[in-house]
């Protein structure tokens, strides 16, 4: 069975701080695909990132980072110079290859809130 | 507006009543997932469709609840003789086969007195 967990139920930061998101996940497909998701106010949950499990390489856009390292099980979201704006619950998510991101197992998620 | 789009937004029902929550997905898509979100949780996968068949359920879909795409376009969600036990976001989520994004709509939040 897959799993995902994410320990930090919420964390509060001051804009300009840089904050990481911890995601450790369980599975035991060999090929799987990590997802980060922001869930602000409004419901709707936005695509910030997939990763193939093959792929271990850090990703950086913009302000975010990701750093995937499977020895660890762990896929951990990085927001440098946090803003007001960054303010939203995070979801980190896994899904079986087999079924390319059909279904998404998700974390419980992170409440992150930027203090102005 | 070129997003996923979901009707009701809210909705408040006494227990037993029937419900249903209509998704329009993004024009073209052929993929359309319906999940469930409880206070404090992550989403669930619930079902999804490929056009107008639904190739997945999850076991969290218990019989009082149906979803249908009749056409391959828009999609509902029923759930007959609603329970306290109901009361979540029922989100719904589109794609087009060949993409690795979810787009998501902003759900249809249930509460069940």
């Known amino acids: 069975a897959q799993k995902v967990t994410q320990a930090q139920t919420e964390i509060s930061v001051v804009e300009k701080e840089d904050v990481t998101l911890d995601c450790v996940y369980e599975?035991?497909?060999?090929?799987?695909?990590l997802f980060w998701y922001k869930q602000p106010p409004s419901g709707e949950l936005v695509f910030l990132i997939r990763?193939?499990?093959?792929?271990?390489q850090n990703e950086i856009s913009g302000r975010y980072s990701w750093n995937f390292q499977k020895s660890t099980s762990s896929f951990n979201f990085t927001i440098t110079a946090s803003q007001v704006v960054d303010s939203a619950v995070y979801f980190c998510?896994?899904?079986?290859?087999?079924?390319?991101?059909?279904?998404?197992?998700f974390g419980t998620g992170t409440r992150l809130t930027i203090i102005p | 507006d070129t997003g996923v789009s979901q009707d009701p937004r809210h909705k408040i029902t006494k227990r037993g009543q029937n419900v249903t929550f209509r998704c329009d997905p993004i024009?073209?898509?052929?993929?359309l997932y319906w999940y469930r979100q409880t206070l404090g949780q992550g989403p669930e996968f619930l079902t999804y469709?490929?056009?107008?068949?639904?190739?997945?359920k999850s076991r969290l879909l218990s019989d009082r609840f149906s979803a249908e795409r009749p056409k391959g376009s828009f999609s509902t969600l029923e759930i007959q003789r609603t329970e306290q036990g109901d009361s979540a976001m029922y989100l719904c989520?589109?794609?087009?086969?060949?993409?690795?994004?979810?787009?998501f709509g902003e759900g249809s939040r249930l509460t069940v007195l």
């Open positions: 989520a589109s794609k087009f086969i060949t993409t690795g994004e979810l787009f």
């Open positions: 599975t035991r497909d060999t090929t799987y695909y």
């Open positions: 990763r193939n499990s093959f792929d271990e």
């Open positions: 998510a896994l899904s079986d290859a087999n079924f390319g991101n059909e279904k998404l197992t």
């Open positions: 024009s073209e898509h052929n993929r």
């Open positions: 469709f490929q056009n107008e068949a639904q190739l997945e």
